[in-house]
């Protein structure tokens, strides 16, 4: 029998609550500000990273990865540093484009971090100049922020041109100041060698740029010290506190200066765990997972580190759950549950996975680590974020001698954030939310669903588009691919899903001895779309395929309901009640009422592909081209019952 979820009750119902918000402060039980000052250990003997100068200590670290390390940085050796002119940023205003202000900046910023890194493990100084070529590069810089949040981050205006009077903390000045920080604590005399001001400069710049804005600010967002229930909190938080705490640890050596920071970084990321629900599902979808439950972990690790271990919540449920979503919601052959705007590919980061698992205790994440890692060759994938670089290298060794092993739970239920995951014993794996239309990085999407046969997509979320200024502001919902009539959903007499908090799901049951999940979607829907209720049935049959079932009350009839299926393969409609659509060589089939519905297959050509270069990647998972199966209704009817099945042929 395979095991299932703690999560999962033989029936469940539920009405999901605004926001999760239980105050738990889990980090401030452990330790007030006088108790902390007396755990944490000062000047950098908690770094459990050889010397520099150990070179001895550096082979061992870097074992058979060190040729590929010092080859990465030898790349860089003649490398062209770019300059950010004042115009890329100012093009954030123009156009919206992100993209001409983060390339330069990001590649930079990769460039820097390999010439880092093959200097640590050769240990030559043959990669100094250009390190200090690259500091004093970013030294010049008036910002380290990205043209996209400096004007939602400051104070003076909302201009995208940075202001030599402010410095902000967003996710790329957090990355550089931690980045810089491990530099000055390796690399410091190195940098003396070949002139003492380099390091003088680059230790004035993270103290004005860091260490001083953390603590004299309190109007960043991410810092949510003051979150309400109506508060959303996401990656952020965690992602920028742990980037900050790496830099306090590194170069703060005042007792009480270091106590006082520490205990404000973990007032921070209390609001992070306390935002989550118990289930410990990310809302944000598991594309962001590696960005919020992830760095969550790597800044529970430097505090675990930096008191010796007396700081940790490594025990507690939340924590565990946390983790263990990022296994449940791998699909297989390399696809994931994609919700809201990352893209389909990719397991997470094995390395962080794997310390995650054995930190919490679970087999289960340190299994599917070591799955990802073979399925990577066990290949050693440096990047900017120095700490994650070195912990990689340092368990490496004990993640080999994991059995690789997938997680095998018939299904997963996420209560909290009405998550639910299903597979059978025929090769289909299902996926569908509940939840509400204002959760972080949101879709509208409330009630919709994936579908997979054999690790190969059938119904699929197209996921997210390359990042402007319009994703994230007024505009957002003018972007084809958050509206939900490009989901796996309905329009309700001519009417799509509305974007807010109280745009939400109704009652949710999930039946797990039946397989079976039934949303009212009613609620996602504004007053003109007329509807009372409109339950949306998924049952996975367990020898069998799929049977989606639409039973609704609408108050009055305005225009024939459309029931919206995306695909990644082009659906064959040539015979009247019957879809086929191509599996990547499985065959499957949906199946509808032609008395009913006609059917329509809509080319939608991809010309935003997912590209940021400052972490996410290219997303052509479905290429240059995704469809839209719309079945239109020729039957005008105020109550009503649809029924749709999903077979492998």
């Keep these: ?226 979150a309400t229930p109506a508060t959303m909190v996401n990656n952020w938080t965690p992602w920028c506190n742990a980037n900050v705490l790496s830099t306090f640890l590194l170069l703060e050596n005042d007792p009480d200066k270091l106590a006082a920071a520490v205990h404000r970084s973990m007032i921070s990321v209390d609001q992070f765990i306390n935002y989550y629900h118990e289930d410990g599902a990310c809302d944000e979808g598991p594309g962001y997972w590696n960005h919020a439950a992830g760095k969550m972990y790597d800044y529970l690790q430097l505090l675990y580190y930096a008191t010796g271990g007396h700081i940790s919540i490594f025990d507690r449920p939340i924590i565990k759950n946390m983790g263990e979503y990022i296994a449940r919601s791998y699909i297989g052959d390399g696809w994931r549950v994609n919700f809201a705007n990352a893209g389909p590919r990719g397991g997470g980061p094995k390395g962080v996975i794997f310390r995650y698992g054995k930190a919490v205790n679970s087999m289960e994440m340190e299994q599917f680590a070591a799955y990802l890692d073979k399925h990577d060759n066990h290949n050693y994938n440096a990047g900017n974020d120095m700490f994650r670089n070195l912990e990689d290298l340092k368990s490496q060794i004990d993640l080999v001698n994991i059995e690789p092993k997938l997680p095998a739970a018939f299904y997963s239920w996420y209560p909290g954030t009405e998550f639910c995951y299903m597979r059978n014993n025929t090769g289909f794996f299902f996926a569908a939310k509940g939840g509400f239309n204002a959760e972080s990085h949101n879709h509208n999407d409330v009630g919709s669903f994936l579908l997979y046969f054999n690790s190969k997509p059938v119904f699929i979320d197209v996921g997210g588009v390359t990042y402007t200024r319009q994703t994230f502001g007024p505009e957002r919902y003018s972007i084809w691919n958050v509206q939900s009539d490009y989901h796996n959903l309905p329009m309700i007499n001519g009417k799509s899903q509305l974007p807010g908090r109280n745009f939400r799901s109704g009652n949710i049951d999930f039946h797990s001895r039946r397989s079976r999940l039934s949303v009212d979607i009613a609620g996602a829907y504004g007053d003109d779309a007329a509807v009372d209720s409109w339950i949306r049935t998924y049952t996975l049959q367990r020898n069998g395929g799929l049977i989606i079932e639409d039973s609704f009350y609408l108050s009055e009839i305005r225009e024939p309901n459309k029931i919206n299926f995306m695909t990644h393969a082009k659906p064959d409609i040539s015979a009247p009640g019957v879809v086929i659509l191509d599996a990547g060589g499985d065959k499957v089939e949906l199946s509808y009422d032609a008395s009913i519905f006609k059917a329509f297959v809509e080319p939608i050509e991809r010309t935003d592909l997912r590209y940021d270069s400052v972490g996410f990647g290219l997303n052509n998972a479905w290429g240059d081209t995704v469809y839209r199966l719309t079945l239109v209704s020729a039957r005008n009817q105020l109550k009503g019952n649809y029924r749709f099945t999903v077979k492998a042929l």
């Design 1 to 226: 029998m395979l095991k299932k979820t703690i999560f999962v009750f033989i029936c469940f119902s539920v009405i999901l609550s605004v926001q999760a918000h239980e105050f738990r402060n889990l980090l401030q039980q452990q330790a007030d500000i006088p108790s902390l000052k007396g755990a944490l250990l000062l000047n950098q003997k908690w770094v459990p990273f050889p010397d520099y100068y150990d070179r001895q200590g550096w082979d061992e670290l870097t074992g058979e990865y060190k040729s590929g390390i010092i080859s990465n940085g030898e790349e860089a050796l003649d490398y062209e540093w770019m300059v950010v002119k004042a115009t890329d940023y100012i093009e954030y205003d123009r156009s919206g484009s992100r993209q001409i202000m983060q390339t330069p900046f990001g590649t930079n910023q990769r460039a820097l971090g390999r010439l880092i890194m093959a200097e640590l493990a050769e240990g030559k100084g043959r990669f100094t100049d250009q390190i200090v070529n690259g500091i004093w590069l970013f030294c010049e810089m008036t910002s380290w922020a990205l043209s996209a949040h400096i004007g939602s981050m400051g104070k003076t205006d909302n201009s995208a041109l940075p202001s030599p009077n402010e410095h902000i903390i967003d996710l790329t000045s957090g990355n550089l100041g931690s980045l810089f920080s491990w530099t000055l604590y390796f690399l410091k005399d190195e940098l003396d060698n070949v002139n003492p001001l380099v390091a003088q400069r680059l230790r004035h710049n993270l103290q004005v740029r860091i260490l001083d804005p953390f603590m004299n600010r309190d109007d960043f967002w991410w810092q949510a010290f003051n």
